[in-house]
Structures are given as C-alpha cells and as structure tokens.
C-alpha cells in the first residue's frame, strides 16, 4: 500500500499570536483516491491547506510527495510539485477565453501561436468531458464550467493532487453531477483529490476516505463506507454517540405559550431553497446543523437581508411583504447577525453611535434623535447590559468582542423587538458573557418576544430554545421537541435519521 501513497503530512504543527492552530495533524492522500477533509469551524482545515499550498509556513512537521520530502515556500512552489487548488471562489478571468485562461501566465515569449493554444486547450476540454469552447469566453459559462475550466488548467500543468475546496457550495444539483463526474474520471487516471465540504450527503456520494480535524487536532482516518453518518458528525462535534446517548432528555419548554407571531410558507432567497417556518409569541426556537447547512441563510431570508426569492409571510395572521431589512425593522423584528465584524459593529463609530442605529433608521433621516436622547439611551442599555467601555463615546471597535456583542444587542432591545434573530450572539466570547446572554434571552422570552437563536454548540441550544428546526444541505430536515429535544436526537436527524 505505500508505494501508492501520493502524499504525506506528518506532525503539522502550526501556531498564531495566542492560538494553536494545527497541533501535530497527520493527513495522508494516495493516487486515485478522493479524500474528503472534514471539520467544523476553526477545526483547522484551512491552516493545513494553505500549509501544503505554501500559503503559511509550518511551525514543524514533514510534507512528502511521492515518498520524497519537499519543501512548499509559496503557491508556485507547490504548483511545481503537482499541487493544484481550485476555490469555491473562481480566481480565473471572466472577460478572456476558456483558453487565454488555461494557458495564462505559462506561455514565455512574445508571439503566441493562438491556434496551436485554442487547439491544445480544445484536446484537453473534450478529453476530461468539460462543456466548453476554447474560444468561449470564460464568463459566459455556468459557475460549474468555470471551476471545470480551473480543474482542466491543473490537470494539464501535471497536477498530482488537487485540493477542491468547496467547490460545490453555489452548484445546483446538475452541476454537481458534472463535477462529480470530472472528479471520478481525475480518479481513475491516479490523480489524488482533497475534498473539502460542508455537505455530508456528497462525502458520501464521491469520496473513498475520509480524514476529520477538531480543534486542530487529528480525531481520525476512516473509510467512507464503515464510517456511518451519524458517527461522523459526532466525531466533527465532539460527542461520542455513548455520551451523546447518556445525555438527559429535552424538556418541554411550552413552545405552544402563545399564538403564532411569525409564519412564513415557501420562503426562499437567493441562498436558500424554499422552506417553511413559524414561531410564536415568547418562543425560543433555533435552526440547527453543520456548518454550511443553510441555518444563517434561513434566517437572513426571514429578516430580508438577501434578495428574497418568493414565498408567503404573516405576522399575527395578517400578510406582509418583507423583500429588505427596513421591511422586516418596521414590522417588529431585529437580527443580530453571524459576522458582528462584518455585519454588526461599526469599529470606528463609539458605543452610543452603534446603540442608536437602528433606531434612527427606523425613524428616518428626518427625525434625528438627539445628543441627550441617544446619550440616555446608551448610558441606560450599558448598565442594563452590563457593557464594559470605559465610556459611551469609546470606538466600539476597541471593545472586547463579548462587550461589542453586546453593544449591538443593545441595538436592537432599544427598537423594542417583537421578534429577535440572535445567530451566533455567543461566539468568540468568554463563558461568563455566555451566560449573560443565555440568561437575556431567556428573560427576553418570559417578557412575551419571540426569539431565533442559533449557535454551532448544540448544548448551547438545548438549554435555550423549546424547539429546534434541524437543517442539512440547506434543506429543513426535522424539528424537535419536548422528549426528542436532546444531543442524540440532534446528531441522527443531521445525518439523515440512521442509528
């Protein structure tokens, strides 16, 4: 078997300023096989690619390819040593031709010889099945051509292995076919493919291995086939089943207290396949799943925030069109979203800029609030909340991220919500801050609002929410609750119901 072995890691160790990232990982990939890596986030995935593609150093441990020890410096040092990665992103020119594409950057000389290219790029695209012209222009094809077209680029600079990482996250369901058929034909002609994916049904349509990383850590190397479902998410949280099962039962947390505030039938977005959902007034529920598998989506649908694509919304029974964030504010509803960075603080804005934003939109341009109101409201949601800032004018960005979280909490209680979207409002912050917002939310639901909280820590969500509606592949897969409302439960309906 080792003569077949196409590449080794060995004891990857990388560290950053205050964060282990990778601590001893092993990773081995042999010709003709299709290697799934799996892992949650922060699980240490990304570190080791751009480790084997010279994007980061290695702290220490050994690469070998073919059996020989190499070193990577750089991406064209790992592309002279047959190591191609293809992103979900495209990194290819969409205004040029499938060919200036495939041969960009390795034609030395002044005179090209354009037909001998387009003839050369036309012998490669209909050896490996791809549906695409020479002289096509790269942008008029479908985003699974373009990543064919990327694939066919390293396959013909003699890559050994190809790294595809995420390659199938903005595909429908023909074009994954397509890949999934150009990657079954790189497999038989000995080509080794890293596979990196949030979405378990594919691991096991395509891939032959699999390796899951955890905290940087090694968890294992398993065959696809004797590795079940349900253990491989288990394995990727951090739960064996035996604990998971040992695990006491969900209680009722009287989901049904009151009337429905929100239902929604056939939403869709831009990011979402249509789906149904409702909850009810002082009702913490929450979307649950792996990473990837559409939770934020679902929730930015419900609140606008991507171009919705159609389907129904009533609120207390009456309908309402809510296609943009306004829409959603005015009808009762806030959304703390996933990236605070991104998406929620402004950094060089002070606390009480960032406290009253939402407010002043919901009031419009036209009805300022003014310096004392908007100081009230601040000095009043820093106490309330607990905000450690050494004063309301502070740069929010300065904050602790605990401290920002709860700035743009502090946001959205002063609209004074009907219905709050909470996604992540826990990560990256200290336990005790933790609790405090645990704590809210519950309080939150006692006062009569309807709260959506989602969190990747499952123990987090069964102690918060009565109800919890299970997502895989973007699709809503289950909902759970009273007796059904535990880890064990949670892990079997992500993985598709097996024991």
């Known amino acids: 078997m080792q003569e077949n072995v196409l590449l080794q890691m060995r004891q990857i160790e990388k560290s950053f300023p205050g964060v282990r990232a990778l601590g001893g990982v092993d990773f081995t990939l042999r010709k003709g096989e299709i290697h799934a890596l799996m892992g949650e986030n922060g699980a240490g995935k990304s570190t080791l690619i751009k480790i084997l593609t010279g994007v980061y150093h290695m702290d220490s441990g050994e690469v070998r390819v073919e059996g020989e020890k190499v070193s990577i410096h750089s991406p064209q040092d790992a592309q002279n040593k047959g190591i191609s990665t293809v992103y979900q992103e495209i990194t290819l020119c969409p205004n040029i031709t499938v060919a200036e594409n495939m041969f960009i950057g390795r034609e030395k000389g002044i005179w090209i010889n354009h037909k001998e290219r387009e003839k050369r790029a036309d012998e490669i695209l209909g050896k490996l099945g791809i549906p695409a012209r020479a002289k096509q222009q790269l942008g008029s094809c479908s985003l699974a051509v373009q990543q064919m077209v990327a694939i066919a680029r390293a396959v013909d600079m003699q890559c050994k292995v190809l790294i595809l990482d995420e390659p199938t996250s903005s595909l429908d369901d023909k074009e994954v076919k397509m890949l999934f058929d150009l990657m079954r034909d790189l497999k038989s002609r000995g080509v080794g493919i890293i596979f990196v994916t949030h979405f378990l049904e594919q691991v096991y349509e395509v891939s032959d291995r699999i390796t899951v990383l955890r905290n940087g850590e090694l968890v294992g190397e398993y065959l696809t086939e004797e590795l079940p479902q349900v253990e491989l998410v288990s394995k990727m949280i951090g739960k064996e089943l035996e604990e998971l099962s040992s695990m006491g039962e969900g209680d009722d947390k009287n989901a049904e207290a009151g ?19 409702n909850i009810r007034k002082g009702e913490v529920n929450g979307f649950t799943g792996l990473l990837g598998s559409g939770r934020s989506e679902s929730v930015r649908a419900i609140f606008g925030a991507d ?8 609120i207390k029974g009456k309908p309402v069109k809510i296609t943009k964030p306004i829409d959603a504010m005015k009808n009762g509803i806030g959304y703390l979203a996933e990236d605070r960075k991104r998406d929620g603080i402004i950094a060089e804005l002070s606390v009480r800029e960032n406290i009253i934003l939402a407010l002043q ?3 419009g341009m036209f009805k300022p609030i003014s310096r004392s109101e908007a100081e009230a409201f601040a000095d009043e949601y820093i106490k309330v909340l607990n905000i450690k800032t050494a004063s309301r004018e502070t740069p929010v960005g300065s904050l602790s991220g605990g401290n920002q979280q709860k700035v743009i ?26 609790l405090e917002i645990q704590k809210l939310v519950l309080k939150l639901a006692e006062e009569g609002v309807s709260v959506t909280f ?27 609750k009273g007796s059904d409302l535990n880890q064990t439960q949670v892990m079997k309906t992500i993985a598709g119901g097996e024991a």
Not at 412 to 418: M, N, Q, Y
């Open 409 to 434: 909490l502090a946001r959205w209680l002063l609209t004074h919500p009907d219905y709050l979207i909470l996604d992540e409002p826990t990560r990256g912050i200290d336990v005790g801050t933790k």
């Open 361 to 363: 939109v919901m009031n």
């Open 259 to 277: 009337e429905i505030f929100y239902e929604a039938e056939g939403l869709s977005s831009s990011e979402t396949y249509p789906f149904n959902f």
């Open 454 to 480: 989602i969190s990747s820590e499952v123990e987090e969500m069964l102690r918060t929410c009565s109800r919890l509606i299970v997502m895989r592949d973007k699709h809503i897969v289950g909902e759970l």
């Open 307 to 314: 171009k919705v694509g159609g389907g129904s919304v009533k």
